[in-house]
């Protein structure tokens, strides 16, 4: 049969000498000499908590929190690095092979997170038209790019290091543009790569990438 119960403590005296046992009430304080935690609620204990660390395996662990500060989680920086540039302007009108931002006013932006060797993860290379990574990881390029002009199809190039990764072959054409188009690539990078996305006309029709379009890289791990 189930019957209720009420935690105890025992009570000391003016000398500090055990007086007997009395039942806790929701205001009672026990002091740190007395085996206590001095504190009437969980928050007043002001805990900050720098290691974690297990003697065995764990299985799951839940943590609740309203802001978390770290430098790295997994070898990784924290916040993930990432960089993000977008056209001002329109780009080059060619039909050569061009870098997405060349011929434009390009606003980037970068995380500004640092690695081990004490240089930004990801910077923007204004006068290439390039990001360069400063870290080997797995990243994400994303373009979206609307064109103009054109009579035909045109290649669309993901670049590493000026070498495709990925290649993409959509129709732009003059009597339906602008036209919007996007690609995405996943995959290595070492320190030193840098990578483009490149546009470059398969007929005599030049083409360009107006104002609008945009390239961003991400560090997924």
């Known amino acids: 049969m189930a019957t ?5 403590y025992i009570g000391f005296d003016s000398t500090n000498s055990p007086s007997g046992l009395n039942i806790y009430q929701d205001d009672d304080v026990i002091s ?15 805990l900050h908590c720098s ?34 540039a977008q056209l001002d302007d329109d780009g080059t009108s060619t039909v050569d092979e061009k870098n997405l931002g060349d011929g434009a006013t390009v606003t980037s932006v970068t995380s500004n997170t640092y690695g081990s060797s004490g240089i930004h993860d990801i910077t923007w290379d204004n006068n290439n038209k390039y990001f360069n990574v400063s870290a080997a990881g797995t990243y994400e390029i994303l373009g ?22 990925l290649v993409s072959q959509p129709r732009v054409h003059s009597t339906i543009d602008p036209l919007e188009h996007s690609m995405r690539w ?8 840098y990578f483009a996305i490149t546009y470059d006309a398969t007929a005599s029709n030049a083409v360009k990438p107006i104002a609008g379009s945009t390239i961003t890289i991400k560090r997924l791990k």
């Open 32 to 46: 740190e000499a007395n085996g206590g935690t001095g504190v009437t609620s969980f928050s007043e204990l002001n």
């Open 186 to 193: 996943v995959g290595a990078g070492a320190a030193g790569d």
């Open 144 to 165: 979206i790019m609307v064109f103009e002009g054109g009579s035909t199809l045109v290649n669309l190039s993901v670049q590493k290091n000026g070498s495709d990764v």
């Open 51 to 84: 290691t974690l660390g297990a003697t065995s395996s764990v299985s799951a662990v839940y943590v609740s929190a309203t802001d978390i500060t770290a430098s790295t989680l997994n070898s990784m920086p924290y916040p993930p690095p990432f960089g993000y």
């Open 4 to 8: 209720s119960r009420s935690p105890v």
